[in-house]
């Protein structure tokens, strides 16, 4: 799942305002956002295998640090310990740990049983992804809602704030559109756009964001 995780972090925003939807974002994205970074490091294995589902050519062969559920829990509070440690606000500790944690529930849903407990235990996954039109779908209905729950929290300040987050939302659905439904990337591509498109996509959102008022 992409635009799902998404969904949660721009939902979000009507519970804590006062946080960037940056780290909203980042937060709900956490899990793929240090994953590629563990794949380049070879802590981590992925690979190539068209046909692997019938929305993905991703064989997560080994993910346990980035992906499992106990890895996720402690994630989750670091995340949110480090941003009230930073900026403070005990609501933004839950909500932030939550997003984190989010990750694992929404990806047992799409993915096929590859997701593990804790390193080293049994894999599970519902494996959505072997129905591309459902896939779609679920995402994008999510997507929907979320997108509207944060238009509904805020309210565009100037022209960055209306069309810097149009832009935003319209990379995204790019993105993942080319992602899904483009040609298999390459092993050595992975690492790197991941990456990238981590820190790009939540710099951009923290800068629209801040130009945008809270309405709620």
């Known amino acids: 799942m992409f635009i799902g995780h998404l969904a949660l972090g721009f939902a979000a925003k009507r519970i804590t305002p006062r946080v ?29 295998d068209p046909g692997n589902t019938a929305f993905t050519p991703f064989d997560f062969v080994s993910y346990p640090y980035s992906h499992s559920l106990a890895a996720l829990v402690i994630w989750g509070f670091l995340v949110g310990g480090a941003y009230r440690g930073i900026a403070g606000g005990r609501r933004s500790v839950w909500v932030l740990s939550a997003l984190v944690i989010s990750h694992w529930v929404l990806d047992f849903v799409t993915h096929r049983p590859d997701l593990p407990l804790y390193p080293g235990s049994a894999k599970y996954g519902m494996a959505l992804w072997n129905s591309v039109p459902l896939t779609l779908l679920v995402e994008f209905a999510m997507f929907a809602v979320g997108l509207f729950l944060y238009e509904r929290a805020t309210r565009a300040r100037d022209a960055v704030g209306r069309w810097g987050l149009l832009s935003l939302v319209g990379t995204i659905v790019l993105v993942y559109a080319a992602s899904a439904l483009g040609p298999p990337p390459s092993s050595a591509a992975i690492g790197i756009a991941g990456l990238v498109g981590a820190v790009v996509m939540t710099t951009w959102a923290w800068w629209v964001d801040r130009h945008r008022d809270i309405i709620i």
């Open 20 to 48: 960037s939807l940056g780290m909203l974002l980042l937060a709900s994205q956490w899990a793929d956002s240090i994953w590629p970074l563990f794949v380049m490091l070879g802590i981590e294995q992925v690979r190539i």
